[in-house]
């Protein structure tokens, strides 16, 4: 369960680090013209920087704290956290008649972090 668990933590960590560094380094503009990013044209510039801080630091919450086992309550918090965060983006994806699948597919990942390391699945 611990390599299913640190997988999981090391794909999510990848891909929210990925996606929250495009956001903050990239203008609003850049983001529209990218594919798959309609949904930017309905949030400011500055919501959409927030939603990449917010990526980059869920995805260091879900590496660090459980590695250095320095408050490591903090992985699960921010699995959570990153849960919460794609939920509303597969419901503004469904909103839009897109797809949501890879989105809800994180937030399912970021929940078995959550209750695997919170000592839930155990």
Not at 37 to 53: F, P, Q, S, W
Not at 71 to 97: D, F, N, Q
Request: hydrophobic residues 60%; without cysteine; aromatic residues 8%.
């Amino acid at each position: 369960m611990d390599f299913a668990l640190w997988a999981a933590q090391g794909f999510l960590a990848v891909v929210f680090l990925a996606a929250g560094l495009m956001k903050l380094t990239q203008s609003k503009a850049a983001l529209e013209a990218r594919p798959g990013m309609g949904y930017v044209t309905e949030r400011t510039a500055l919501e959409m920087k927030l939603i990449g801080l917010a990526e980059v630091l869920g995805s260091f919450g879900l590496i660090l704290p459980w590695w250095r086992q320095t408050l490591p309550l903090l992985t699960p918090m921010a699995a959570v956290g990153l849960a919460v965060l794609m939920i509303g983006a597969a419901a503004t994806h469904l909103r839009r008649k897109e797809s949501m699948a890879f989105t809800a597919g994180l937030a399912v990942a970021a929940l078995f972090v959550a209750l695997g390391r919170g000592g839930l699945l155990n």
